[in-house]
C-alpha cells in the first residue's frame, strides 16, 4: 500500500457552532429561551445560555495559523479559517486533509452536552438539546451525505428522555452518543449506580457506542500555577486513563454484548500499560477484592467493548501493543481544528509509523474499525472506496488555500511566565481576562448577523 492508497476515517474532530445552528429547529415559542449569538464591542464573540455568558467559542480552533500563534484563542469566527464552523468549507479542508469521514464533537455546550445540566429549567434543557441534535444530524451531516458520523447528545439528568432519545436518534441512523468520562464529577452517580442501566440497556439495544471525550469528567492535573504549559498538554489525554480502569469493571459490560465505548482524543501507547496492570492485580488481588470480570481478564473486556483513538504515534504502535489492545479496537483521529491536528498534512505525518505496518493492520486502524463500529457506509454512499482515498479526496481540494494565515487577536500568551515559557497560570489568566471582559461589555453586546 502506498500513502494516497489510504482511507482515513477520523473519530475525533470539532464543530465551531455557527451562530444560526437553532434557527430551523425550534417553534417561535422556543425561540423564546434559544441561546443566541452575540459580539461585543472588541469584537469577541459570545453565547449566551440559559442567561449566562458562555465564552472562548474557539476553544483552541488555531488550525492554519502559524504556530507561534496557538493557544487557547480564537475568541471570535474571524479569528478562524471557515472550516471550523462552515460545512461546506470543513468538506474542502477534510479533502485536502485526505480524510474520508469525520466524527464531530461538539463545543459550547462542552464535549459531553454538559452545558444544559447545569439549566434551571430542564424542560427547556430537553428541547434545545433535541434542537441541537436534530441541528447536528440533518444540517451539519446531511450536507454531505457520507462524510460526518452523526455524534449526539444525551440528557443525562432524566434517564426516561435519554432512553427515549436514543431511540428518536436511532432512527436517524445515529450509532453515536457523547458522554462524561466520569459523570460523578458531572454531579451524577457512579457508573456503577443502577440509575445508568437503561442507559447501557438502550445503547446496547441499538448499537450506539458511547464516546468519552477526554476532559469531560476527569481533569488533567494541574501541578501548579509555575508549572509548563506543555505539561498540562501531555497530561489531557492521560486523564482518560482514569476512567478506563473505572469503566472495565462495568457490569453491564457482562451483561450486554453489544455495549461499546469509545475513548476520545485518548492516545493509544499508555493502554497497554493500565490493561497489563489490570490483569495483575486480578491476579494478586482479585481473590479478596472480588473482582468480577466473568471469568475473564481486564484486557479481554477491553478488546470486547473499547475503541481508542490516536492522532500521533504515541507508543503504542509496536506489535506487541497492537496485539494486547487488538489491532480492531485502534482508530485514528485528526482533531481538526485544534493545535493537535496535523492538517493539512495528516496523511503524510501518519504514514511515518503506520506505513511500516501490514496492509490488514493500516485498512484496519484508518477506516475499518470506526466505520464498522459506527454502520457508516460511507462507500457505498460516494461510489466506492476507489472515490475514497486520500488520493481521490485530494484531487477535489486543489482550489483550496493550504497556506497560514496570521490571526493575532487576545492572546492567551500575551503574558509568559517568569522563565519565559507559557504556565498554566499564564492560560487560566486568559480565561479570567476574557470573562471580565465578556462582563465589562454585558450592556454593550450585539447580537452576530454573521
Known sequence: MKMEDMVLVSLDDHIIEPPDMYERHLTAEQKKFAPTFHTDKEGINYWLYDGRRIGGVGLNAVVGRPKVEYGME????????????????????????????????????????????TF??????????????????????????????????????????TVDEIKRLAKKGVHSVTFSDNPVNRGYPSIHNEYWEPFWKVCAENEVVIGMHHGTGNAAPRFSPESPMDAWIVCMGLSISLALTDYLHLDALLRYKNLKFALIESGVGWIPYVLERMDFVLQQHGTWTHSNFGGKKASDIFREHFLCTFVHRDGGFNQEAIALLGAHTICYESDYPHSDTQWPRGPEALWEYIGKLPDKQIDMMTHENALKAYAFDAFGKLGGRENCTVKALRTKAAHVDTTEHSKPGFSATAGTGSRGRVTTADVEAFFKRLEEKHASNDSSGTQAAE
Not at 478562524?80 to 462552515?86: D, W
Not at 424542560?123 to 454531505?144: I, P
Open 120 to 161: 434551571k429549567d430542564k424542560k427547556q434543557a430537553l428541547t434545545l438539546l433535541r434542537a441541537y441534535n436534530d441541528w447536528h444530524v440533518d444540517e451539519w451531516c446531511a450536507a454531505a451525505p457520507g462524510r460526518f458520523i452523526p455524534c449526539c447528545l444525551v440528557p443525562s439528568w432524566d434517564m426516561n428522555a
Open 74 to 117: 480564537p475568541v471570535s469566527l474571524s479569528q478562524m479559517r471557515e472550516g471550523c464552523y462552515n460545512v461546506a468549507k470543513r468538506v474542502d479542508d477534510m479533502n485536502v486533509n485526505g480524510v474520508l469521514a469525520s466524527m464531530c464533537f461538539p463545543t459550547v455546550t462542552m464535549f459531553d452536552g454538559n452545558v444544559f445540566n
